[in-house]
């Protein structure tokens, strides 16, 4: 059986481990993590992960920009936007710039995994 390849982007390095061993025991291959927007345009590229879990508000090139340029370089990958942010507007700009799923934060333990199994079908 073929594991999905995620690469997760949070400028929270604990966030990001919780995360990535949430999803290693769920069946997931979590190929790389970084902590801002840069470094996720190249480990992107380089990795080519089936998705990406980036947090909306990061150093550098923010979780919005990089998926817009995401979609336009790996037209194959979703991208799940997690945020602190609760706002609608802010759900449907991420949503039009390409993410399959936007999640807050605070509802991440129940909707992540239910938003990757969703982006693996």
């Not at 059986?1 to 400028?11: C, G, T």
């Not at 061993?21 to 902590?35: F, K, M, S």
């Not at 992107?44 to 998926?67: H, Q």
Request: with cysteine.
């Amino acid at each position: 059986m073929i594991r999905p390849r995620v690469l997760l982007a949070d400028d929270h390095p604990l966030l990001r481990a919780a995360i990535g061993r949430h999803l290693a025991t769920d069946g997931y291959e979590v190929v790389g993590n970084v902590e801002n927007g840069a470094r996720l345009l190249d480990e992107a590229i380089r990795l080519e992960p089936d998705i990406i879990v980036v947090d909306l508000y990061m150093p550098g090139l923010n979780g919005l920009e990089a998926c817009r340029e995401l979609t336009r370089l790996l037209s194959g990958t979703r991208i799940i936007v997690i945020s602190a942010e609760d706002d609608a507007d802010v759900k449907r700009v991420v949503l039009a710039a390409g993410a399959f799923a936007f999640i807050e934060k605070r509802t991440m333990a129940t909707e992540l995994l239910p938003a990757l199994r969703a982006a693996c079908s």
